[in-house]
């Protein structure tokens, strides 16, 4: 588990896939570790989301450098769905006592959206060791900062606007990681799966540059 963690955190950044179906999921998934992005978030409003963390989870069981997880758990029956799959965290838009429970009970990491400083502090008496901050780009990075004020110790990650102008600023201001959705994927139309590996080079290239 904790090395896990480690490797969360080392990594930075978790592209948040939401694939149009199946296979579209699965290829965004294995360009963004071609780019050099390891923790792959595949949303469960990706049709049969399971299945691709299955392959994914296959695909990269040599390579503990890419981290596979399910985001979008919205009930705790996804919760299991992700977890029978391989996933090796649950990210939620929201937090759910009940979820958090069941991470608990299987040893797996459960990150919770929070947009208050009370949602916060009960993901953290929950046992979550990371709390996404959502929807980030509405709290904006100075949230992070304030609740480091007096509590330094949560761990925050921010998804939903995060940029390639303001990753840095995110960092800044204390995330332990950020999530990273459609700016990875909004070429794909035009220019193909390649694009993703280029738009996560430049995110990693961003990253390396602070």
Known sequence: MGNVLSTLKDNYIFAVIRGKDQNDGYEIAKAAVEGGIKNLE????TPNAAQVIKDLVED???DDSVVVGAGTVMTLDLAKEAHEAGAEFLVSPHFSP?????AREVDTYYMPGCGTVTEVVNAMNAGCDIVKVFPGGILGSG???DVHGPIPEAQLMPSGGVSLDNIAEWKENGAVAVGVGSALSRDVAEKGYESVAENAKEFVSKLEEE
Not at 42 to 45: C, D, E, I, N, P
């Open 42 to 45: 595949l949303t469960f409003s």
């Open 60 to 62: 990269y069981k040599d």
């Open 98 to 102: 009940e979820i958090a429970e069941y």
């Open 143 to 145: 949230f992070i900062k």
